[in-house]
Nanobody, 118 residues
Framework: QVQLVQSGGGLVQPGGSLRLSCAAS????????VGWYHQAPGKERVLVAT???????NYADSVKGRFTISRDNTKNTAYLQMNSLNYDDTAVYYC????????????WGQGTQVTVSS
């Protein structure tokens, strides 16, 4: 059974930091590209950052310079370090593990709430 278990969300003041974790089981995690998405109330799920199996990273413009995606394949875990958080970062955050081209294997975490509020 494949699971992506997220942790690390919560309430933070503007300018603060949080680190999200996404722990995978049941897959060869090192072969997957991992993405973090956020979904604000009433809005679509939006890709925030990705890291490939080779460690190449990519970020949405809105988080460049503030967020850092990383992975530790020895722990089957990916992370999203979020710094300088602002109100627009308030959302449910989801991790995603994906691989393949012709046949896509894709799994989602359960989501974790991040609320930026004073």
């Amino acid at each position: 059974q494949v699971q992506l278990v997220q942790s690390g969300g919560g309430l933070v003041q503007p300018g603060g930091s949080l680190r999200l974790s996404c722990a995978a089981s049941g897959i060869n995690f090192s072969l997957y590209t991992v993405g973090w998405y956020h979904q604000a109330p009433g809005k679509e799920r939006v890709l925030v950052a990705t890291i490939t199996s080779g460690g190449r990273t990519n970020y949405a413009d809105s988080v460049k310079g503030r967020f850092t995606i990383s992975r530790d394949n020895t722990k089957n875990t990916a992370y999203l370090q979020m710094n300088s958080l602002n109100y627009d970062d308030t959302a449910v955050y989801y991790c995603n593990a994906r691989r393949g081209v012709a046949t896509i294997l894709e799994y989602w975490g359960q989501g974790t709430q991040v609320t930026v509020s004073s």
